[in-house]
Nanobody
Framework: QVQLVESGGGLVQPGGSLRLSCQFS????????MSWFRQAAGKEREFVAA????????YYADSVKGRFSISRDNARKSADLQMNTLKPDDTAVYYC????????????????WGQGTQVTVSS
C-alpha cells in the first residue's frame, strides 16, 4: 500500500525559501510521476509541479516557474520541492501526490495523497 508523508512546511517571510520533502512508502515508486499540489483557504486545489518517473522531465505551474524546483531520488523513494522567492500568494497547504505514470495537472488523476504541510508566507 502506498503512503506519502510530507515535511518541511512552516512560516517564512516574503522573499524567503523553504524545502518540502515527500517520503514514499510502498511498491513501484519509480513507476509513478511525483507531483505537488497546493490548496489555499477557500480555493480549489491547484497543480504546482511534477517530475517524471526517471526525474529527467519537470513541469511547473506558471505561477511558480522560475522560483520553485522539483526533484526526486528513486533510491530514497522521495521527492522534494525547493521553493525560493516566496510570496504571500504562495501561502497554502501543500500536498504530495502520486499514482499516475504520466504528468497530470488535475487532482482527479492521482490515486495517492499525503496529509499536507502548511506553508505560510508572511512578514
Amino acid at each position: 500500500q502506498v503512503q506519502l508523508v510530507e515535511s518541511g512546511g512552516g512560516l517564512v517571510q516574503p522573499g524567503g525559501s523553504l524545502r518540502l520533502s515527500c517520503q514514499f512508502s510502498g511498491p513501484y515508486f519509480s513507476h509513478y510521476v511525483m507531483s505537488w499540489f497546493r490548496q489555499a483557504a477557500g480555493k480549489e486545489r491547484e497543480f504546482v509541479a511534477a517530475v517524471s518517473r526517471g526525474g529527467s522531465d519537470v513541469y511547473y505551474a506558471d505561477s511558480v516557474k522560475g522560483r520553485f524546483s522539483i526533484s526526486r531520488d528513486n533510491a530514497r523513494k522521495s521527492a522534494d520541492l525547493q521553493m525560493n522567492t516566496l510570496k504571500p500568494d504562495d501561502t497554502a497547504v501543500y500536498y504530495c501526490a502520486t499514482g499516475t505514470p504520466v504528468p497530470r495537472s488535475e487532482p482527479r488523476h492521482y490515486a495517492y495523497w499525503g496529509q499536507g504541510t502548511q506553508v505560510t508566507v508572511s512578514s
